[in-house]
């Protein structure tokens, strides 16, 4: 495969700055995209692309903002939750992602099980089994589910990409967005793998439907058709 395969839009070969005053060129910006669709950690992608920590970092959080866009809802699937089947549906729905956010972000819950201290993942504050809108919505399945899930983005976030809590964000969003990110990104990497000497690889040059190829150069466009980042 030709690396033109990963070749960015015309659009991405100004020097010219992505934002008033701002230093950092729109040529830089496919760079960063490529390490947010490969999971590379930002001090990795800083050094490749020159950039600072901190701009890549503040970079990585604005492409992640655009996930929530319909256009990525092919690479996810979060309406496997019953919720729609309530008239106060939207309730429902943001009761679940502000209590699975406070289980989230609740460390010493995290590390009272990582550390043996308690035998099941679920503990018994947790928001969930205490939250009254939320009784008889979701199945333990559906619970346990999600608890992996939130293991995944915080593995995804503290030891593969560095990115850590973003103390000035709001928790319940900052878990969304974080949801959503790691969600898109690995559902493109499963699509994206290949068979080699019996290992399984990812590689960015797979081109097809909803493969990290795909997504690289959809949110390229999406950037491009937006003017700004």
Known sequence: MKASALSPPEFFRS????????KIGWNKIPGVCLGFCQSVPVPVVARRTGLSVKTVRELYKAIRALLTDPRYRKWHNFDLL???EFRDAERVEAEIWRCF???YFDEECFRNYRYSKRAERQCRHCP??????????????IVASLLERIETVRAYYQVLIGLSRE???????????RMYHVTIVLSARMASSTVENGAIKSSMFVEGPNTLNELY???LRH?????SI
């Open 15 to 22: 020097a010219k700055p992505i934002r008033p005053r701002s």
């Open 82 to 84: 019953p919720v729609y």
């Open 101 to 103: 956010a406070e289980c």
């Open 128 to 141: 969930v089994r205490h939250s009254e809108l939320l009784q008889g919505v979701l199945t333990p399945q």
């Open 167 to 177: 103390k000035s964000a709001d928790p319940t969003e900052n878990f969304r967005l």
């Open 217 to 219: 150069k959809t949110i």
């Open 223 to 227: 950037i491009a058709e937006r003017g």
